[in-house]
């Protein structure tokens, strides 16, 4: 199993990023996800998830209206749109798998001005 994000990055308050977790070594389409993120001296926190087919989506109450999770599961990718980002939404960024426990290896977001 392997979870792979990207699209982290600099980014202003107000603005967007999109990120992505390629994932290969399983059938992508059976398993829900999420995403979590950790910020400097806090806890990891579920910031989405989306079920195996995406039919049912969860977000935590500070992300929702900002960030939107989708996955293709057509080429095994899971995404986070976030868009009016704010400076506390600087945090590494991580994909899950929860079955098994399958985290990826994290992808820097910085929220400043």
């Known amino acids: 199993v392997q979870l792979v994000e990207s699209g982290g990055g600099l980014v202003q308050p107000g603005g967007s990023l999109r990120l992505s977790c390629a994932t290969s070594g399983f059938t992508f389409s059976s398993y829900s996800m999420s995403w979590y993120r950790q910020a400097p001296g806090k806890e990891r926190e579920m910031v989405a998830s989306?079920?195996?087919?995406?039919?049912?989506?969860e977000y935590a109450d500070s992300v929702k209206g900002r960030f939107t999770i989708s996955r293709d599961n057509n080429k095994n990718t899971m995404f986070l749109q976030m868009s009016s980002l704010k400076s506390e939404d600087t945090a590494v960024y991580y994909c899950?798998?929860?079955?098994?426990?399958?985290w990826g290896q994290g992808t820097q977001v910085t929220v400043s001005s």
């Open positions: 899950r798998r929860r079955s098994g426990d399958y």
């Open positions: 989306i079920s195996s087919a995406g039919r049912i989506i």
